[in-house]
């Protein structure tokens, strides 16, 4: 099915969600020890609610200001809260009544666009996690990896998704499935709901009414089965399965990213680099894109980058913003991206897309041959995707960011021209060893940043990874004609920074490091077919002019083109985030969140059916 925007609440049904519950009596609800927030937030350092029945906010709004108080007692550190909207409302109809609307106008300015899918949202400097899941209540809660302490359930599940059925045993099931050791459920509505409580019961779920509501706790009598989040003999309080200290092996995008949010969520961290800093390989590039994919079958491709786009960018801005002046965060531009097919058929599949689909304009938007010609001033290959929101950054910036908030958390160490030979696991620990037999570092948890570096290091792990030469072409932006956006098709092209437009980038298969003629040739190809009149706007150097400058990276590319990201196959407490091609400044973000959140026993950023496509042993004869 291809992606369509989300159908917004109806006026009836904001209606009503304003009607169903008032702040004051769901505030009263929430402060009851009965209902199990507070006991959600005492027992957990990182804890997790489950809303299905979201509404205009009202009871995610209680919930913050609740975290917010007991935080500063010793309570949770960290909120997670997931929601499931089959109809998410418009971001300004988000309803907080108290005194204090700091709350809402933080989540009106986060709330992502109306596209289905999950959206993680990072609020209150990070330590609330919202993850809000646009999509029908049925499906995307059998698709949904979360271990939940307390759920928010509302009697008429039709008040909140039309289609939905009523509770049922199956239904419950799913919930019982995400149910961690200890969990509550608050049933708004549910009070002399004979069946709904005889279906909740049937899982494992009981206990009493309260002001209304049912005040449920998770204690079945019975083994848990292991597709369940917890076992019966899980610990109430929810720690990772491994000391919070990671060895990483790589310092570009990928490594640094990873850095970052393990830092954020209080891990200490090894970094090792052969380089003399960050970005000295593949994230090295003088420019590069960040964008989504488009698909006329809605394939995981486009999922995946529908969602790391729109959360790469939310990181982007939180980590200080995205300019070329001196003292940028991050050096780029959000200026948008024109995306022209690249080669008559994939033209010919935009073009027939463009009739089917209605992407939010914000997020992508068809222009006509005509429309791209007036926007650059010159005649192109035709018409076109744009990308208003995308844009192009400088890799080696992005790095450094990254790098550096993760240093302000404390804890992170730098082994920079430390060359890996070999890895090794003794005595629990993963020990990095350079080629003198001395260990640079080692930590119980390794996670492998290193592009096809992690084939040799680990030799013993099946992972399919090719490594492909990109040699990027750099042009004199001095005469170049002056673009509103950066272009993509077969190739792509930056705006001017630093004195240079970026063009390319080649594929080739294989490893020769120096820049060749043959392949600024094909860069300059690729500028031609995108703009036909190029050479009538500008000189072009030829391809063997011995001043035209360029860089040559390896991707590291698996087969299916998607990333690596989790546990590596066959060996302990290793993990990957791998395999970004030639998408790293939008996948580094979204798996690094990922991983975090696997390592931390979190609710997952992406469905289930995505983390396992992300999956490094899926390349193995066993998956």
Same mark, same amino acid.
């Given at each position: 099915?291809?992606?369509?925007?989300?159908?917004?609440?109806?006026?009836?049904?904001?209606?009503?969600?304003?009607?169903?519950?008032?702040?004051?009596?769901?505030?009263?609800?929430?402060?009851?020890?009965?209902?199990?927030?507070?006991?959600?937030?005492?027992?957990?350092?990182?804890?997790?609610?489950?809303?299905?029945?979201?509404?205009?906010?009202?009871?995610?709004?209680?919930?913050?200001?609740?975290?917010?108080?007991?935080?500063?007692?010793?309570?949770?550190?960290?909120?997670?809260?997931?929601?499931?909207?089959?109809?998410?409302?418009?971001?300004?109809?988000?309803?907080?009544?108290?005194?204090?609307?700091?709350?809402?106008?933080?989540?009106?300015?986060?709330?992502? &666009? /109306?596209?289905? +899918?999950?959206?993680?949202? =990072?609020? $209150?400097? @990070?330590?609330?996690?919202? !993850?809000?899941?646009? #999509?029908?209540?049925?499906?995307?809660?059998?698709?949904?990896?979360?271990?939940?302490?307390?759920?928010?359930?509302?009697?008429?599940?039709?008040?909140?998704?039309?289609?939905?059925?009523?509770?049922?045993?199956?239904?419950?099931?799913?919930?019982?499935?995400?149910?961690?050791?200890?969990?509550?459920?608050?049933?708004?509505?549910?009070?002399?709901?004979?069946?709904?409580?005889?279906?909740?019961?049937?899982?494992?779920?009981?206990?009493?009414?309260?002001?209304?509501?049912?005040?449920?706790?998770?204690?079945?009598?019975?083994?848990?089965?292991?597709?369940?989040?917890?076992?019966?003999?899980?610990?109430?309080?929810?720690?990772?399965?491994?000391?919070?200290?990671?060895?990483?092996?790589?310092?570009?995008?990928?490594?640094?990213?990873?850095?970052?949010? &393990? /830092?954020?969520? +209080?891990?200490?961290?090894? =970094?090792? $680099?052969? @380089?003399?800093?960050?970005? !000295?390989?593949?994230? #090295?590039?003088?420019?590069?894109?960040?964008?989504?994919?488009?698909?006329?079958?809605?394939?995981?491709?486009?999922?995946?980058?529908?969602?790391?786009?729109?959360?790469?960018?939310?990181?982007?801005?939180?980590?200080?913003?995205?300019?070329?002046?001196?003292?940028?965060?991050?050096?780029?531009?959000?200026?948008?991206?024109?995306?022209?097919?690249?080669?008559?058929?994939?033209?010919?599949?935009?073009?027939?897309?463009?009739?089917?689909?209605?992407?939010?304009?914000?997020?992508?938007?068809?222009?006509?041959?005509?429309?791209?010609?007036?926007?650059?001033?010159?005649?192109?290959?035709?018409?076109?995707?744009?990308?208003?929101?995308?844009?192009?950054?400088?890799?080696?910036?992005?790095?450094?960011?990254?790098?550096?908030?993760?240093?302000?958390?404390?804890?992170?160490?730098?082994?920079?021209?430390?060359?890996?030979?070999?890895?090794?696991?003794?005595?629990?620990?993963?020990?990095?060893?350079?080629?003198?037999?001395?260990?640079?570092?080692?930590?119980?948890?390794?996670?492998?940043?290193?592009?096809?570096?992690?084939?040799?290091?680990?030799?013993?792990?099946?992972?399919?990874?090719?490594?492909?030469?990109?040699?990027?072409?750099?042009?004199?932006?001095?005469?170049?004609?002056?673009?509103?956006?950066?272009?993509?098709?077969?190739?792509?092209?930056?705006?001017?920074?630093?004195?240079?437009?970026?063009?390319?980038?080649?594929?080739?298969?294989?490893?020769?490091?120096?820049?060749?003629?043959?392949?600024?040739?094909?860069?300059?190809?690729?500028?031609?077919?995108?703009?036909?009149?190029?050479?009538?706007?500008?000189?072009?150097?030829?391809?063997?002019?011995?001043?035209?400058?360029?860089?040559?990276?390896?991707?590291?590319?698996?087969?299916?083109?998607?990333?690596?990201?989790?546990?590596?196959?066959?060996?302990?407490?290793?993990?990957?985030?791998?395999?970004?091609?030639?998408?790293?400044?939008?996948?580094?973000?979204?798996?690094?969140?990922?991983?975090?959140?696997?390592?931390?026993?979190?609710?997952?950023?992406?469905?289930?059916?995505?983390?396992?496509?992300?999956?490094?042993?899926?390349?193995?004869?066993?998956?």
């Amino acid at each position: 099915m291809p992606a369509r925007p989300l159908q917004l609440a109806s006026p009836e049904l904001l209606a009503a969600w304003r009607a169903d519950a008032a702040p004051a009596e769901l505030a009263r609800v929430l402060a009851s020890p009965a209902s199990g927030l507070q006991d959600c937030l005492r027992a957990q350092h990182s804890a997790t609610v489950l809303d299905l029945h979201f509404g205009l906010g009202q009871a995610f709004f209680a919930t913050w200001r609740a975290f917010a108080a007991m935080r500063g007692q010793g309570g949770a550190q960290r909120l997670h809260y997931v929601a499931i909207l089959p109809h998410p409302p418009a971001p300004e109809a988000l309803h907080d009544q108290d005194e204090d609307l700091s709350y809402a106008q933080a989540l009106r300015a986060a709330w992502p &666009l /109306a596209m289905p +899918g999950t959206h993680r949202i =990072l609020l $209150d400097e @990070g330590r609330i996690t919202l !993850t809000l899941v646009w #999509g029908g209540l049925e499906e995307e809660l059998a698709r949904l990896e979360a271990p939940v302490d307390l759920f928010y359930l509302h009697a008429d599940a039709t008040s909140y998704d039309p289609a939905a059925p009523a509770w049922h045993a199956h239904a419950c099931k799913r919930l019982a499935r995400l149910a961690w050791t200890g969990a509550r459920a608050l049933v708004w509505g549910g009070a002399g709901q004979d069946a709904l409580v005889a279906a909740m019961r049937q899982v494992g779920f009981a206990g009493a009414e309260l002001d209304g509501a049912l005040a449920l706790r998770y204690a079945p009598a019975w083994a848990r089965p292991p597709s369940h989040v917890a076992a019966a003999d899980t610990p109430l309080q929810r720690r990772p399965q491994h000391a919070r200290h990671a060895l990483v092996i790589g310092a570009g995008l990928a490594g640094t990213a990873i850095t970052e949010r &393990l /830092a954020a969520r +209080g891990w200490r961290i090894d =970094l090792v $680099d052969a @380089g003399p800093q960050v970005a !000295t390989r593949a994230s #090295g590039n003088h420019g590069g894109l960040f964008m989504p994919a488009l698909a006329r079958d809605e394939s995981p491709l486009a999922r995946l980058t529908r969602a790391a786009f729109l959360f790469a960018s939310q990181r982007w801005q939180a980590l200080g913003g995205v300019g070329v002046e001196e003292g940028a965060a991050i050096i780029g531009e959000c200026c948008g991206i024109l995306q022209f097919g690249r080669d008559a058929k994939q033209a010919l599949s935009f073009e027939q897309g463009a009739q089917e689909w209605h992407y939010p304009a914000r997020y992508a938007r068809w222009m006509s041959a005509e429309e791209t010609a007036a926007a650059l001033g010159m005649a192109t290959m035709g018409g076109g995707y744009f990308f208003p929101e995308a844009g192009w950054l400088n890799p080696p910036s992005v790095c450094r960011r990254l790098l550096t908030e993760a240093q302000a958390r404390g804890g992170v160490q730098s082994h920079f021209n430390r060359a890996v030979a070999s890895l090794h696991r003794q005595d629990g620990q993963w020990q990095a060893i350079d080629d003198a037999g001395r260990v640079i570092a080692q930590a119980p948890v390794l996670v492998l940043a290193a592009g096809t570096q992690a084939r040799r290091l680990l030799p013993g792990v099946d992972l399919p990874l090719s490594a492909v030469r990109g040699q990027v072409t750099h042009l004199p932006a001095a005469d170049f004609p002056s673009l509103p956006y950066a272009l993509c098709g077969d190739g792509y092209l930056t705006r001017p920074y630093d004195g240079l437009v970026c063009m390319g980038a080649s594929y080739d298969r294989d490893d020769d490091p120096a820049l060749r003629a043959a392949s600024h040739a094909e860069n300059l190809e690729r500028l031609r077919h995108m703009l036909p009149q190029i050479d009538q706007r500008v000189a072009l150097p030829g391809a063997d002019d011995a001043q035209l400058g360029g860089r040559v990276g390896q991707r590291c590319i698996a087969p299916d083109r998607l990333p690596l990201v989790g546990a590596l196959p066959g060996a302990e407490a290793a993990y990957g985030v791998l395999g970004y091609a030639s998408r790293g400044l939008i996948w580094a973000p979204l798996m690094a969140e990922l991983l975090a959140a696997m390592l931390e026993r979190e609710p997952l950023p992406l469905p289930r059916e995505l983390v396992a496509a992300l999956d490094p042993g899926r390349f193995s004869a066993q998956a």
